[in-house]
């Protein structure tokens, strides 16, 4: 694992620190009830993620910085709004107990992982699927979508199961070997 200071100017990690600039302007405009520029930041937000990591790929400026950086600023960002749905939309708070544990607990395996390998696991299908469906999830109940937000929430549940269960399984290859 090697992180280089020039990587945090990279056009792919320039992209994730946007986002993570974004999510005070859409709680702000969230807690005013003004939902047009809440959903604009929000766009902003959601095209900042799926650029990053085509451009990493696309230039090959994949760094070890941007392969900690994206998830876990993706972590704060379903953090922070699913507490603020649970709080203020009437997001189930059982279901943001279970994102928040579910999410802690893949940031301290992949801390765990970085330790004690070495090596900085990279993001896979079902890890970019959750975060995309809990995304959906929690704008559907920001929104008040009431015809689609609980059957989007038991999706969200499912893929929560899967990524777990896929995530497990590769933590137990990175600690063999």
Request: hydrophobic share 60%; proline share 3%.
């Amino acid at each position: 694992m090697e992180i280089k200071k020039t990587d945090l100017f990279l056009i792919p990690n320039l992209l994730t620190i946007l986002r993570l600039f974004t999510y005070p302007f859409i709680f702000y405009f969230l807690k005013k009830e003004d939902l047009i520029p809440a959903v604009i930041f929000m766009g902003l937000a959601v095209t900042t993620d799926l650029l990053d990591g085509f451009l990493a790929r696309t230039l090959n400026k994949v760094s070890d910085l941007g392969k900690i950086l994206d998830p876990f600023v993706d972590k704060l960002g379903i953090g922070i709004f699913i507490v603020y749905a649970t709080l203020y939309r009437g997001f189930p708070l059982w279901a943001c107990i279970l994102v928040i544990v579910k999410e802690a607990l893949m940031l301290l395996a992949g801390l765990f992982v970085i330790k004690k390998r070495k090596i900085v696991p990279v993001s896979a299908f079902w890890g970019k699927l959750n975060a995309l469906v809990w995304g959906g999830v929690v704008l559907f109940y920001i929104l008040e979508l009431n015809s689609i937000k609980k059957i989007f929430l038991g999706i969200g549940v499912a893929v929560l199961l899967m990524t777990v269960l896929s995530y497990g399984r590769m933590f137990v290859k990175f600690m063999r070997g």
